[in-house]
């Protein structure tokens, strides 16, 4: 008999129960579908991390508000197969919303704090809904690697702060934003915008670039701030909300951080509602001797 006095202890001991040793390794790619170079990037970094990569194609009804797009977020799920095909994955995962919502389920993820602020202010209940089927679905796909993109950097605070305070056994891999040429994050909501908006989005993307050569908090707030004023006078563009924060608690910053921090932003561009963000890390003043 053993007896495990830790958690580390007790994953040792739970990770040599499972035959063959060594074990395939899997990787996640959980996604709403309407693939595009983003979900391609964690694709392909699931496949170099991995013996085995399932991806998840699955629009979660939890995560979307009344008025917001469920009913017609692109569902073009043969081109998303032959895209899943030609990078190699293994197993898609198309579940139904019957499937996953049974009748009579009452459980439910809370994101807590961080799930009130930024996107979970503006989208009262998202980050609950994303946090309830992600948990679902790495109980079912059962990963040893989950990939998800930092171009939803909340979604990923909040998941990296489940697995941590629920004892989720996954790891967390974070994918760089993949950008159109012109700097636009690629989504899958971009193919809603008009020529006019698509312009006018390129302000999120114009902001954190504003930001990136910029030695303080408030110099590269100032100069993103800058950049979304002027978008303001395109009566296309109405920002939501743009902060620089605490990369795993979205606290808001002190003029006199050091050390990392994100630049998130959001914006409606017509009827649509993107968003972006950049990590920066500060220096601090430099000490003399
Ligand atoms: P979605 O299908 O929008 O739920 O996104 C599925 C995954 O792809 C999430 O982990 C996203 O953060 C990630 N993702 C979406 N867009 C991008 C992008 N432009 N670059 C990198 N990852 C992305």
Excluded: W
Aim: proline share 7%; hydrophobic share 45%.
């Amino acid at each position: 008999m053993k007896v495990a006095s830790s958690i580390a202890e007790l994953a040792d001991l739970r990770d040599a129960l499972d035959a063959p040793s060594p074990r395939p390794t899997v990787a996640f790619v959980p996604t709403m579908g309407a693939l595009h170079d983003g979900h391609v990037s964690l694709i392909d970094l699931a496949r170099s991390l991995a013996d085995t990569v399932i991806v998840s194609i699955f629009v979660n009804p939890l995560q979307f508000g009344p008025g917001e797009d469920y009913a017609r977020y692109p569902r073009p799920l043969e081109d998303d197969l032959e895209a899943c095909r030609r990078h190699g994955v293994d197993v898609v995962l198309v579940p139904t919303v019957a499937d996953l919502y049974p009748a009579g389920r009452q459980v439910s993820v809370n994101a807590g704090q961080l799930g009130t602020v930024f996107e979970g202010a503006a989208r009262p209940g998202h980050l609950d809904g994303m946090l309830t089927v992600m948990l679902k679905l790495l109980n079912i796909v059962r990963p040893d690697i989950a990939i998800l993109g930092q171009k939803d950097a909340q979604q990923l605070a909040c998941i990296r702060r489940m697995v941590a305070d629920l004892n989720v056994v996954v790891d967390v891999v974070a994918a760089p934003i993949v950008r159109e040429f012109d700097g636009l994050a690629l989504s899958s909501r971009n193919r809603y915008l008009t020529p006019p908006e698509r312009t006018s989005a390129l302000a999120l993307s114009a902001a954190v670039r504003a930001a990136r050569e910029q030695d303080t908090p408030e110099k590269a707030y100032l100069a993103a701030y800058d950049v979304v004023e002027r978008a303001q006078s395109d009566p296309l563009f109405a920002l939501g909300y743009l902060a620089l924060v605490q990369p795993h608690t979205f606290v808001e910053v002190t003029d006199d951080h050091v050390g990392p921090a994100l630049l998130v932003v959001a914006a409606t561009v017509g009827t649509t509602r993107l968003i972006d963000n950049l990590e920066l890390t500060f220096k601090g003043p430099e000490l003399d001797d």
